[in-house]
């Protein structure tokens, strides 16, 4: 936790529902404490019929700044703002909110959060097509962000064939995205082939899952220049990871999107630089000493 709380702290905290396991308040608090600040943030456990309430409750309370939005409350609170800023609007999700002028702002991290590690490769995106398993709220920030690298072409597999037209027909609109395609999952196969880039953004393989979204022999069909990456930050690696890893693949696990997309809204509620390694740190630590001997 940050230092004590006083009559003049300001709070800041995540929404979600359940959002006990949530890692925020980990390292918001890390990066708040060593500032000096006199902040802290707190999860807020809201269930979604309660949502309006909380929203329009929590603007009367003039000493909150702002708060994040995880499940399952991303895509219902859009409504509920004052403002959606056009990075949101065109994900269809917002995780960030801030209190500007006493209107609550909404915008989205997680896309900035998730290129954050691809920045440091030296790739050339034009040539890589990228596929994503699962169309849930997290692959929606995915493709926003393969939009942004320039990817030539971003498939979609998922399992339910009408989620995967709605999914496609939000995301064409929002993005005015034509190169965007949904399949079946069946089509993994042939699509790996051409992969230059293939993210898993289901949450087969988190802790306790022993699954993998795709097979091993699937994994060898990708190209040898493919980056493998899973939005799954705990189990570190995950199995699907090791099996990249085991082919030479370049891996890429979920937890600097987690970093980076918290650092870059602690950034735009101060108004300041914020200790992104101090973050990074105090995650680490957490994971570690969460891990089972
Ligand atoms: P979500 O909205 O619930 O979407 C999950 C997606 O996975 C849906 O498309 C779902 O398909 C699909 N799926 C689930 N189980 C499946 C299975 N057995 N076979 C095939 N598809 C399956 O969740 P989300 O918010 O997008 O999160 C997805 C993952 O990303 C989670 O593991 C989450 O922890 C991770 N994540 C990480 C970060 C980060 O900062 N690193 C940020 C956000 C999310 P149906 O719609 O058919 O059920």
Redesign the pocket.
């Known amino acids: 936790m940050s230092g004590s709380v006083s009559g003049t702290t300001k709070i800041l905290g995540v929404m979600g529902f359940p959002v006990s396991h949530s890692l925020s308040p980990i390292m918001h608090n890390a990066a708040i404490a060593a500032m000096g600040l006199d902040y802290t943030y707190v999860p807020f456990p809201i269930p979604v019929e309660d949502l309006p309430a909380a929203i329009a409750g929590l603007k009367a309370i003039q000493s909150v700044q702002g708060f994040n939005l995880?499940?399952p409350h991303?895509v219902e609170v859009i409504p509920l703002l004052d403002e959606i800023m056009p990075i949101a609007k065109a994900v269809g999700a917002v995780?960030t909110v801030k209190r500007v002028e006493n209107r609550w702002v909404g915008t989205n991290t997680?896309v900035a959060?998730?290129l954050e590690p691809l920045k440091l490769l030296e790739c050339g995106w034009k040539l890589r097509p990228a596929l994503v398993?699962?169309?849930?709220?997290?692959?929606?920030?995915v493709v926003a962000a393969c939009l942004e690298l320039g990817c030539p072409v971003i498939h979609v597999v998922?399992?339910?064939p009408k989620?995967m037209k709605k999914?496609h027909g939000a995301m064409t609109s929002q993005l005015h995205d034509y190169n965007l395609r949904v399949h079946p999952?069946a089509s993994i196969p042939h699509l790996l082939e051409v992969a230059g880039i293939v993210i898993?953004?289901?949450?087969?393989?988190?802790a306790g899952d022993p699954?993998t979204?795709i097979t091993e022999a699937e994994m060898d069909l990708l190209p040898d220049y493919a980056i493998v990456y899973d939005?799954?930050?705990t189990p570190r690696p995950t199995k699907f990871l090791q099996m990249a890893s085991a082919r030479g693949l370049k891996a890429i696990?979920?937890?600097?999107?987690?970093?980076n997309?918290g650092a870059i809204g602690l950034e735009w509620w101060l108004d300041q630089p914020v200790p992104i390694e101090i973050m990074r740190q105090a995650l680490l630590q957490h994971l570690v000493n969460k891990a089972p001997a």
């Open positions: 995880t499940i991303k995780n997680d959060g998730f398993l699962g169309s849930g709220g997290a692959a929606k920030a998922g399992r339910d989620k999914f999952w898993n953004a289901t949450p087969i393989g988190m699954n979204p939005l799954i930050y696990d979920g937890l600097e999107m987690l970093i997309q």
